[in-house]
């Protein structure tokens, strides 16, 4: 048991008027007189604005002079002051855990406005259960790791040549790893990048001199990362390459492992010689269309926002455009025709090349899903739905639309490095509008076609972005966790069944070989404190600090006691 | 933005303006306006006992006008930092009147009424301009009848009627309901105030205003001085009680919008005006109608479009399930007029493309997809900075180098460099963050060697 359990328990509570927040709707004399009353609270005060410097003050003075071991304020959320709090505990001596908050104004005063007496009776309810679970607080001590400051990047494309060259201008080491024997992933495939019509292989051939000619960046081409272990800052990976493995360890890793074009098999008749994909019309733009050519129909959408690949895959409307102005400058009587859906140009640039397109003569026509176009012999045949006919347009090119879709590897990349997928096999962030870049597990960041198709402008801010992300914990050169996580407490009673390995949604549990068997082990600087594993434990092993069980029970106790 | 104010390494300066920028990349020096609060930031805590008690009434800019706020303000109540600021254009005191409310209830005695605006000066290595856009006015479209027609709103309008901590409470009360709902307001206070004074007249006398009025108007007391001012103020209560009665029979059959028309492309796509897509109001008006449907599942919402640009993460299922789920019909074609019909009702006039035909339909509400403008003061910003601007304002780039403006050191994101989304927004504020620690390290770095 820890020394604070021997010592007499001295609580002081520290009730704040927030100005009229709490005062003008709650009776604080009736509030201070029955925290008085309560088991171990030897100081009550009242503060007018208990965060303020005035209030503050007060509190400190309080710790030492009354010799308080537990401090209960009771005004607003935690989340709005709770660390101003904890820090002020820990500036005038005490452990900033032996620190308890009762939120008698975001979740009583302001929702209890018109109820004076029933307001105060919850308040007075409130204190006395975060006195109840104070009692029982324990000194906790945060938790330090250090951090390996050596990046692993996963992807030689466009994504992950530009943030190993972003993190090794910010100094950092990085170990680059492409599966193919070169760098430069799609690009390799390209002709000339839209809107700007930049020369996609004088493009990449530049930016792998700037990775190959980096003394701070290691290329392994050839080669896969086997073997993951390990959390933020102290990763080990195993890398096998030709000339066989290597063991790395590093502080960070990036998942830049792209996309790859989906080949419609069994579509529009496809056979890549009159039928082909746009990817594969790159390939003879880049070596110069025959000029035998003087009919393109190119059609979008070709196996995406189907059932079976509902999702747009964003990039395919701008590169049809493109193609189709690049074919036009090779032949310029040549006449092409775009069957879409939804032309989606989005943004200015796109948009702008819309524009531009259709004054160079290339002809749209929308097309309903349920009425597809029909390729045939000479010519494609598509019911128009906005003349409502049919049209025949010769054809002596047909070009498939096709959608990025995830890397066959995708689901062994995710296991390997326990992040998520989504369910069309792309990379799934930690937040879809907030966390773009990171992974709910800390340590692991995402750019580029891997987490969703994206554009050459796309794919370079996504590669700088996710190395600025992956750049803090390194530049701090730690981490520091607060040591409300999951502990196991009772290590008799785990019979290391995995089930909470499988649940934690940050990969903060692993389970190791002891002497008393198999047991679960916390890795406490990924752990969240969420709670999962204690939640699910069948055996009650694991309980996380400052919310353990008999905490909680101490304050539903406390609740329903009869006052 | 919680981080952002409680974060050690970050000095927030709100409010504040930037008057001059000189130097170069790895030493600028800039020149700020910290304009004055009349609240002083280290003093106020933000508790916002001045705004409950300050007497003036001053339109929202925060609920796009549709609800009012006090002249001593927080822009809104999540705002950081929570400091509070006098509005002068409409504060008594400041507008030398008697008042100094504010300063009498605050605790903190945060009020400063002499506060003056401070210049400070920021040595800088690298700069990021992230100032955002700003809703495209579709008064400016003649066609669509804004402001002409009260149930026609903008999108961001629509946003705060539909928002729990909105001027409606989530409710989709139509303007032109509520303008009468004020209206009843207004005249029930003046009837209440007028049924007083009779009151009292009638206590006086012991007699009916009714019959008093009667009397009067068939020639009795012309030299009953009281009876006559008795009479007049029973013919101004009655001016007053019947437009009010009226008015109260008509607001019983007020109900919450729920026939919704999202109208898209309004200023962009459109060579009038913004030629480029904003990329972001296919998605806004789809959200928009799923939780309109989510408050009134009786609520239907066609979306007019030339093509529905949903091509983000989720984005194409999420508008499928709209469709599936929360009565959405994507109506293909751009909308050529918006006509007034009965009861307020906006009635859209459009091509179905799709049947070729020109149709006309009634709606409770129709709600405009406005582009997304360059901030106003782009131009003087730029100037400022040194930076170049696109043909619309928004701040130059090129796709290889999607953060960089034209002055190296000083680096863009979000919708200042063009219209984007939020997640798009957050992974380039992370690029321009990249760009710039790059920046900040390599010129310390060349220092270090110069000293060297």
């Known amino acids: 048991m820890p020394e604070s359990k021997e010592k007499e328990i001295k609580t002081g509570v520290f009730i704040c008027h927030c100005g009229s927040n709490i005062a003008g709707y709650l009776d604080m004399e009736a509030l201070d007189e029955y925290t008085q009353t309560l088991p171990n609270v030897t100081f009550v005060q009242q503060n007018l604005y208990s965060c303020s410097e005035g209030g503050i003050n007060e509190i400190k003075k309080a710790i030492k002079e009354q010799d308080l071991n537990r401090v209960v304020v009771s005004s607003c959320s935690p989340r709005t002051h709770e660390p101003l709090f904890r820090s002020s505990c820990e500036e005038a001596g005490l452990n900033p855990y032996l620190f308890e908050m009762a939120n008698i104004r975001d979740q009583c005063s302001w929702v209890h406005m018109q109820q004076r007496e029933d307001g105060t009776a919850k308040a007075k309810d409130l204190i006395r259960m975060g006195v109840a679970k104070a009692a029982l607080l324990e000194p906790q001590e945060s938790i330090m790791s250090q951090v390996k400051t050596r990046a692993l990047v996963i992807g030689g494309g466009l994504a992950g040549i530009t943030a190993s060259t972003a993190l090794a201008k910010r100094g950092y080491e990085v170990v680059l790893v492409e599966k193919e024997k070169n760098l430069g992933g799609m690009l390799n495939k390209l002709n000339k990048l839209g809107p700007t019509m930049t020369d996609a292989g004088e493009l990449i051939e530049e930016k792998i001199k700037e990775v190959t000619n980096n003394d701070k960046i290691t290329v392994f081409t050839g080669a896969r990362v086997a073997v993951v272990q390990g959390f933020i800052g102290k990763f080990d990976a195993e890398i096998e390459t030709e000339s066989g493995k290597k063991n790395i360890d590093i502080g960070v890793i990036l998942v830049a492992t792209g996309g790859r074009n989906f080949v419609p098999e069994g579509l529009y008749d496809y056979d890549g010689k009159r039928v082909v994909t746009q990817l594969e019309l790159e390939q003879l733009l880049k070596k110069g269309l025959d000029p035998d050519i003087k009919n393109v129909v190119m059609i979008q959408c070709v196996g995406s926002r189907n059932e079976e690949r509902p999702y747009c895959s964003r990039i395919c409307c701008q590169t049809a455009v493109k193609n189709a102005m690049l074919i036009k400058d090779q032949i310029p009587d040549a006449r092409v025709s775009i069957l879409y859906r939804d032309m989606q140009m989005y943004g200015v640039e796109n948009e702008e090349m819309f524009r531009d397109s259709k004054a160079k003569g290339i002809r749209y026509m929308h097309y309903d899903p349920d009425q597809p176009p029909q390729v045939e012999s000479e010519q494609v045949r598509v019911y128009h739905s906005l003349l409502g006919r049919e049209m025949e347009l010769p054809a002596d090119l047909v070009v498939l639309s096709t959608p990025l879709v995830a890397q066959e590897d995708a689901e062994t990349t995710s296991q390997l490095l326990r992040v998520p997928i989504d369910e069309n096999r792309f990379f799934l962030e930690g937040h879809v509008k907030l966390k773009p870049l990171d992974f709910a597990t800390d340590g692991i960041y995402l750019c580029g076609s891997a987490r969703f198709p994206a554009n050459i402008r796309e794919v370079i801010a996504q590669g700088l972005g996710a190395a600025s992300r992956a750049s803090i914990p390194m530049s701090k050169g730690s981490v520091v966790v607060e040591p409300i996580i999951s502990v196991l407490s009772d290590e008799d009673a785990c019979r290391g069944c995995g089930l909470c390995v499988a649940l934690c949604p940050y990969s903060a549990l692993e389970i190791r070989r002891t002497e008393k068997g198999r047991k679960v082990h916390v890795i406490d600087v990924a752990c969240k404190g969420c709670g999962v594993c204690a939640s699910t434990c069948y055996q009650h092993a694991l309980s996380i600090n400052s919310y353990t069980s008999e905490q909680i029970e101490a304050q539903i106790d406390a609740f329903l006691e009869e006052t | ?452």
Request: hydrophobic share 35%.
């Open chain 2, 1 to 452: 933005m919680l981080d952002v104010g409680r974060h050690p390494n970050i000095e927030l300066l709100a409010y504040s303006d930037i008057e001059k920028v000189e130097g170069e990349q790895g030493d600028f020096t800039v020149t700020v306006r910290r304009k004055r609060r009349y609240v002083e930031e280290d003093k106020c805590t933000g508790c916002g006992a001045c705004a409950e008690k300050c007497p003036a009434t001053v339109p929202d800019a925060f609920e796009e006008n549709q609800g009012n706020r006090s002249a001593v303000y927080s822009y809104f109540a999540q705002g950081i930092p929570s400091t509070h600021t006098i509005d002068a254009d409409y504060c008594r005191q400041l507008q030398g009147k008697k008042c100094g409310i504010c300063k009498k209830v605050c605790q903190a005695d945060a009020i400063n009424f002499e506060q003056e605006d401070r210049i400070i000066t920021l040595s800088v290595g690298a700069i990021i301009i992230a100032v955002g856009y700003d809703v495209f006015d579709p008064s400016q479209i003649p066609e669509y009848r804004f402001r002409e027609l009260p149930n026609v709103v903008t999108a961001m309008e629509f946003e705060r009627l539909l928002s729990a901590s909105g001027p409606t409470h989530g409710h989709l009360d139509r303007p032109s309901d509520r303008a009468v709902v004020a209206e009843i307001k207004a005249l029930e206070k003046k009837a209440k105030r007028s049924q007083k004074t009779l009151d009292r007249f009638e206590k006086k006398h012991d007699q009916a205003s009714a019959d008093v009025y009667e009397k009067y108007r068939k020639g009795q007391y012309q030299d009953d001085e009281d009876r006559k001012k008795w009479a007049d103020k029973y013919a101004e209560h009655l001016a007053v009680m019947e437009p009010l009665e009226t008015m109260q029979k008509q607001a019983e059959s007020f109900t919450v919008a729920k026939r919704l028309a999202f109208i898209q492309c309004v200023g962009s796509r459109d060579f009038r005006f913004y030629p480029f897509c904003s990329g972001y109001c296919c998605m806004h008006s789809i959200k928009e109608a799923v939780i309109a449907h989510e408050h009134e599942t009786e609520t239907t919402s066609a979306i007019f479009g030339m093509d529905i640009r949903a091509v983000s993460k989720g984005f194409e299922e999420y508008k499928i399930r709209g469709g599936n789920n929360s009565n959405i019909t994507y109506v293909r074609g751009r909308v050529s007029e918006i006509i007034g019909g009965a009861d307020h009702n906006p009635v859209v006039i459009y091509e179905d493309t799709q049947q070729r035909q020109v149709k006309e339909e009634e709606f409770d509400m129709a709600i405009l997809a406005t582009a997304c403008a360059p901030t106003k003061g782009m131009v003087e910003l730029a100037k400022t900075f040194g930076v170049e601007l696109d043909e619309y304002n928004f701040i130059k780039t090129s796709s290889l180098a999607p953060v960089d403006t034209s002055v190296p050191g000083i680096f863009v994101c979000g919708c200042a460099e063009s219209p984007m989304d939020v997640p798009e927004s957050v992974a380039q504020a992370s690029s321009a963050a990249e760009r710039a620690a790059e920046t900040v390290i390599q010129s310390t770095l060349e220092k270090e060697k110069a000293v060297a």
